[in-house]
Structures are given as structure tokens and as C-alpha cells.
């Protein structure tokens, strides 16, 4: 299945069902009372989380979400059905963006949460809710109103306890291939992983945890340079980065000049995703020497006091248990402290605000740039993206 993680589609909502005139008319009341039911509610539309969805590929061919029209009321005081609301499946980690107003409707996070995304239209009234002390034989009805029609923009971004940052060709979807039961392609030239990929690790039989496999980035990426911020975003909803730096690059570059571009990068894109955990894991060390990985070792510990280094072979699988055992554990710390302490889970809450105030920025300025390429007088339009 194809991997799409940003859709344009236009949610509809029902328009209310008009009200009803009618008086009643039997054999024994030929001059009944008002007896007009009102119309039904428009039908809403609502997003559901889905966790076996992994792709918004499902909406790029159904760029209309349009849920039912009301009924109108009828005579006998009988009330219009309520429009059908349409219930759309997308998957865990949807942000959804009001398109126009550039205002962010809501996060479709957990399984089976519902966001209302467009609401229904209000019924209309019947001319016997019209009826009074003064006014017998009300002629009055209202009509439904129309239900909102929004023009979205539906981003996905991954949920994963460890997400796995570095250059192409680093051996990040090699790891996944190893650890996980995931299967991402794996080729010998730059940009093989084109979206990202997720895996289930279980290093033990009572706790698992979920990586993910990101394209690579290079030097300019938080610009939009090689596949640019697009799948930045995708690791603003990890709790842990994993920074694989490779020890003999092909293009014969600094491995640790590699390691302070990816990460420069990060700090240009989000100064609060750089505040994300990121340990290091040097890969494919089975083709230098025990003593280039100590050196190199000791090199990255000093730039980066206090992180910890590993070293790692997907081919002899050097290494590979105690990577794997060490971010269980930090897995499990980071769950058990949100859950134990108020303070940490409400830290998290704001930094998870930050980063996606960051991924709207960064869309808003890839928006002016093409609105001002494609606009004949250049001009410039002020708009800000706003979180509710």
C-alpha cells in the first residue's frame, strides 16, 4: 500500500430538515391545531482513529466527506429523521487543519477517538412550536440551517517510542529489518526509505516497543533541501532518538561532521525536538578496526558529554542485543515516570504543543513559498497558524 501522509479533502456537513406547516384536519376537527413537526439534524462528520491504518492513502480518492441531509418535518407532529453522520477511519497520529483559517481543529491520537470535524446542520421548526396564548393558528416555519463545510488538510505524523534519525544509507532500515518483524526496503544508494516504516520490538517477552524508520536527512533538510521537513515531523512524536551514524561513510565523509549536520538540523527545525532524548549507535563496524571505533567513540562522548555511544553490526549482530535491551529500559522509565509524576506527564503535553506548533510553522512557510513562485505580483500575505 502506497505510504501518503498529507490529504486536502472537503468535509460536508448535512443541512437541517425544514420544519413542517400543517394544521390538523380529521372529520371531527375541521379547524384542528397547528400540528408541523420540525425537520431532523444534519448528519456531522467525524474522524476516527484507526490503529491499523499507517497511510492517508484511503482519502486521496475520496476528496469529498459528505454526511446526510436532515428530513423535513411532517404533518401529526411528526418530527424528520436526523441525517446520518459520516464516521471516517484515519490513523492514530492525524493532526487535522482547517485548510482556510489555518486553525488546527484537533489530534486523532488513541484508537477510536472521534473528532467532529464538520458540524451538522440545526433542524428547522414546525409551525406547531410556534403556537401561543395569542396565536392560535401559527403560519410561521423556519428552514434548516446548512451544516459547515470545511476544506481540511490531514497531516500524519507516526507514533513510535523510538524513532531512528540519521544520513541515508546509515543502516536504520537495516536495524528495523533486524530487530522487527518490519520489512523496509534496503538498497546500497541514498533515499531507499521514501516513507516511514514502523516495527514492533520485543526484546522481552513481558515489554515490546515500536521504532520507526525514517527517510534520511541531509545537510539543509530543515530548509526542505533531499526529502526536507516533510518527515522531520514524523519524529516529533517520539519519545527517543536513536542517531545512527555510519563509521566508513561511502562518500569517504567525517562521520562525526555527519553526526553535527543531522543534528544541527534539528535544532533548526525545532529547538524542543532537539530536546528530545537521542543516544548514538555507530553502525556497520565490522568494516573498520576495533581501534577506529574507540576513537571514534571517544570523539562523539566529546562533543556530546554524558551520551551514551554504541557500537553496532547488523551483519554479525555485534552489539545489537545490548542497543536494544538499553532502549527497552529507557522505553519503560519514560512511560513509568508520565504515569507516576503530574508535572512530567503536563511537560510532555506542552513540548508535544510545541513541536506541532513548529511542524505548522514550517508548512506555513512551505505554503508562502509556493503561493508567492506561483502569484504574478509576489505578493506577501501575513498568516498565522493558529492551535485552538
Known amino acids: ?150 476544506e481540511l488538510r490531514l497531516q500524519l505524523r507516526v507514533l513510535a517510542d523510538v524513532g531512528l534519525l540519521g544520513l541515508p544509507n546509515a543502516g536504520k532500515s537495516t536495524l528495523l529489518n533486524v530487530v522487527s518483524a518490519s520489512r523496509p526496503r534496503i538498497a546500497d544508494y541514498p533515499f531507499t526509505t521514501l516513507h516511514p516504516s514502523l516495527g514492533v520490538v520485543k526484546p522481552r517477552t513481558d515489554h515490546s516497543f515500536v521504532m520507526a524508520d525514517v527517510p534520511g536527512l541531509i545537510r539543509g533538510a530543515s530548509q526542505g533541501l533531499g526529502l526536507g521537513i516533510r518527515f522531520l515531523r514524523h519524529l516529533t512524536r517520539t519519545s527517543i532518538l536513536l542517531h545512527l551514524v555510519e563509521v566508513l561513510p561511502t562518500d569517504e565523509s567525517d562521520p562525526i561532521q555527519n553526526l553535527q549536520d543531522v543534528e544541527t538540523e534539528l535544532d533548526l527545525f525545532s529547538e524542543e525536538l532537539s530536546r528530545t532524548p537521542i543516544f548514538t549507535a555507530l553502525t556497520k563496524v565490522d568494516l573498520v578496526t576495533q581501534e577506529k571505533v574507540e576513537d571514534l567513540v571517544e570523539a562523539i562522548q566529546k562533543i556530546r558529554p554524558g551520551r551514551p555511544v554504541f557500537s553496532i553490526s547488523a551483519v554479525t549482530n555485534a552489539g545489537i542485543n545490548g542497543l536494544i535491551s538499553f532502549l527497552a529500559d529507557q522505553v519503560s522509565i519514560a512511560k513509568q515516570e508520565l504515569g507516576d509524576d503530574d508535572s512530567v506527564a503536563r511537560e510532555a503535553a506542552e513540548r508535544r504543543e510545541a513541536l506541532a506548533q513548529a511542524v505548522l510553522d514550517r508548512s506555513l512557510k512551505e505554503r508562502r513559498e509556493l503561493e508567492d513562485n506561483s502569484s504574478p505580483l509576489g505578493d506577501k500575505v501575513d498568516v498565522v497558524y493558529r492551535r485552538n
Request: glycine share 18%.
Open 1 to 150: 500500500m502506497k505510504f501518503v501522509d498529507e490529504v486536502t479533502v472537503s468535509a460536508i456537513a448535512g443541512r437541517g430538515g425544514d420544519g413542517c406547516m400543517s394544521f390538523l384536519r380529521r372529520a371531527n376537527y375541521a379547524k384542528g391545531g397547528p400540528d408541523g413537526g420540525n425537520g431532523g439534524a444534519g448528519g456531522s462528520v467525524f474522524l476516527i482513529g484507526d490503529s491499523s491504518l499507517n497511510t492517508l492513502v484511503d482519502l486521496r480518492f475520496q476528496p469529498q466527506l459528505k454526511a446526510q441531509n436532515g428530513k423535513a418535518g411532517s404533518g401529526s407532529l411528526k418530527k424528520g429523521a436526523n441525517g446520518q453522520s459520516l464516521d471516517v477511519r484515519v490513523p492514530c497520529g492525524t493532526t487535522v487543519i482547517d485548510d482556510e483559517t489555518l486553525v488546527v481543529i484537533g489530534d486523532v491520537i488513541g484508537p477510536n477517538q472521534r473528532l467532529r470535524v464538520a458540524q451538522g446542520g440545526s433542524p428547522g421548526r414546525g409551525n406547531a412550536t410556534f403556537k401561543s396564548s395569542t396565536n392560535r393558528s401559527p403560519r410561521q416555519t423556519t428552514s434548516g440551517s446548512d451544516g459547515e463545510r470545511r
